[in-house]
């Protein structure tokens, strides 16, 4: 793989990311418009001079199905919010990128977060988005529980991935290197490389150099 390769993935990487944020920008916004037009009209007929507590309660009550349909709409899309933070930070830290573009979408998402509740509603939804972090955590450590016993299975000097062949050494080492930095158990396994040439073409051998305990 040559270094225009590792480049041209490096970008590809990046606009995935950025075409992902737009998606979610486009729902948080369209989610946003929906929910403050329905919440102006329904909150004209609410007599402002009840408690918080009584307002909160009269207007569920009022606007049952539709309050449910959009706290079951905020639960779907905070969650699938955490889900894309939690991959960025992922891909943060397997593959550092520009810190200043992963804080930019992570502002970008907290500002949907605050602006969903500025409202009477802001409390159930800030309880919404404590469970829905709290499930995701949960299962990201599930997942990393059963990553940790998967890692059981290799052994130190074990070969995961021959790489080539290439023309020139130097594409053996980038594509090695392109491998290494990508590979999904980078926190746990620790891998080392070798060349070596046969048939007048370079390949890179990758093979598990320490297991971390």
């Not at 102006?40 to 009550?61: C, M, P, T």
Request: proline share 1%; net charge negative; glycine share 4%.
């Amino acid at each position: 793989m040559t270094k225009e390769q590792v480049e041209k993935h490096q970008n590809k990487g990046f606009r995935y990311r950025v075409f992902t944020e737009g998606i979610f920008s486009i729902l948080w916004i369209g989610y946003l418009i929906m929910f403050y037009s329905y919440y102006k009209e329904a909150y004209f007929y609410i007599d402002k001079r009840l408690s918080f507590l009584y307002k909160l309660l009269f207007f569920i009550n009022d606007n049952l199905r539709t309050s449910l349909v959009y706290f079951l709409l905020y639960g779907l899309l905070i969650t699938l919010t955490f889900v894309f933070l939690y991959f960025l930070f992922l891909t943060y830290k397997k593959k550092p990128y520009s810190k200043t573009g992963l804080v930019t979408l992570i502002c970008l998402n907290a500002l949907y977060v605050f602006l969903s509740f500025i409202n009477i509603y802001g409390v159930i939804f800030f309880i919404i988005t404590i469970l829905s972090g709290s499930i995701v955590y949960a299962l990201v450590m599930v997942g990393k529980k059963e990553d940790a016993e998967e890692d059981m299975d290799y052994e130190e000097g074990e070969i995961v991935e021959v790489q080539g062949p290439f023309e020139t050494e130097t594409s053996a080492q980038q594509a090695a290197r392109l491998f290494m930095e990508t590979w999904q158990k980078k926190e746990t396994v620790v891998l080392e490389k070798e060349l070596y040439k046969e048939d007048n073409n370079y390949y890179a051998e990758i093979y598990v150099e320490t297991i971390k305990k």
